[in-house]
C-alpha cells in the first residue's frame, strides 16, 4: 500500500494556513476591542469560571503551552484582571476580572458572534460538525483533549 504523502502535506499545510488566517480574523475582530486574541480566551475562561488560580488557567487555555504568567502579568497592567488573595490559604492567589474586564468581555462576545456568523455563511452546520470530528482525530490523546473536554467542547462524537 503505497501513502500518499502530498496529500497529508497539503492537510498540514492546510491546517497551519487556516489557524494562521483565524488568529488574522481574531486579531481584526479583536483589535477595536483593544484585546488580543489570547487575551480575550482569558477573559472568556475568567468570565465562565471566576477566582482560578494561574495554573488552573494555564490547564484550561489553548493560546498558551505551559504558565500564563507574562500574559496575566500584562492583563493586570492593563487592569482587565486582577489577583486576589484566596481566603483560605493565602499562598494561593486568585484571577479574577476587574470591571473593565467585564466590559470587555461583552463586546468580545459580539465581536465572537460576527466570526461565528461569518462561518455560518461560508459552512453549513454539517460541515462545520464534519470537520469538527475530522480535526478532532488529530487531538486525541494530548493535553488540548483534556483542555477542550474541561472547557466543555467534547471531542467525542
Same mark, same amino acid.
Request: charged fraction near 30%.
Given at each position: 500500500?503505497?501513502?500518499?504523502?502530498?496529500?497529508?502535506?497539503?492537510?498540514?499545510?492546510?491546517?497551519?494556513?487556516?489557524?494562521?488566517?483565524?488568529?488574522?480574523?481574531?486579531? /481584526?475582530?479583536?483589535? %477595536?476591542?483593544? $484585546?488580543?486574541?489570547?487575551?480575550? &480566551?482569558? @477573559?472568556?475562561?475568567? +468570565? *465562565?469560571?471566576? =477566582?482560578?488560580?494561574?495554573?488552573?488557567?494555564?490547564?484550561?487555555?489553548?493560546?498558551?503551552?505551559?504558565?500564563? /504568567?507574562?500574559?496575566? %502579568?500584562?492583563? $493586570?497592567?492593563?487592569?482587565?484582571? &486582577?489577583? @486576589?488573595?484566596?481566603? +483560605? *490559604?493565602?499562598? =494561593?492567589?486568585?484571577?479574577?476580572?476587574?470591571?473593565?474586564?467585564?466590559?470587555?468581555?461583552?463586546?468580545?462576545?459580539?465581536?465572537?458572534? %460576527?466570526?461565528?456568523?461569518?462561518?455560518?455563511?461560508?459552512?453549513?452546520?454539517?460541515?462545520?460538525?464534519?470537520?469538527?470530528?475530522?480535526?478532532?482525530?488529530?487531538?486525541?490523546?494530548?493535553?488540548?483533549?483534556?483542555?477542550?473536554?474541561?472547557?466543555?467542547?467534547?471531542?467525542?462524537?
Amino acid at each position: 500500500m503505497r501513502i500518499d504523502i502530498k496529500e497529508a502535506e497539503k492537510f498540514r499545510y492546510l491546517v497551519l494556513a487556516v489557524q494562521r488566517q483565524g488568529n488574522r480574523l481574531l486579531k /481584526s475582530y479583536f483589535k %477595536e476591542i483593544g $484585546v488580543t486574541p489570547s487575551q480575550a &480566551e482569558v @477573559i472568556t475562561i475568567l +468570565k *465562565d469560571t471566576p =477566582f482560578i488560580t494561574l495554573k488552573q488557567l494555564g490547564a484550561l487555555l489553548i493560546c498558551e503551552e505551559g504558565s500564563p /504568567s507574562r500574559l496575566v %502579568e500584562r492583563m $493586570v497592567k492593563d487592569q482587565l484582571i &486582577e489577583r @486576589i488573595k484566596d481566603k +483560605k *490559604d493565602s499562598r =494561593f492567589v486568585r484571577l479574577t476580572l476587574t470591571p473593565l474586564g467585564n466590559e470587555k468581555y461583552s463586546v468580545i462576545l459580539k465581536a465572537e458572534n %460576527e466570526m461565528y456568523n461569518m462561518l455560518h455563511h461560508v459552512y453549513t452546520q454539517e460541515e462545520l460538525q464534519q470537520s469538527n470530528q475530522m480535526l478532532s482525530k488529530l487531538l486525541k490523546d494530548t493535553p488540548f483533549e483534556q483542555k477542550l473536554e474541561e472547557r466543555d467542547f467534547s471531542l467525542k462524537g
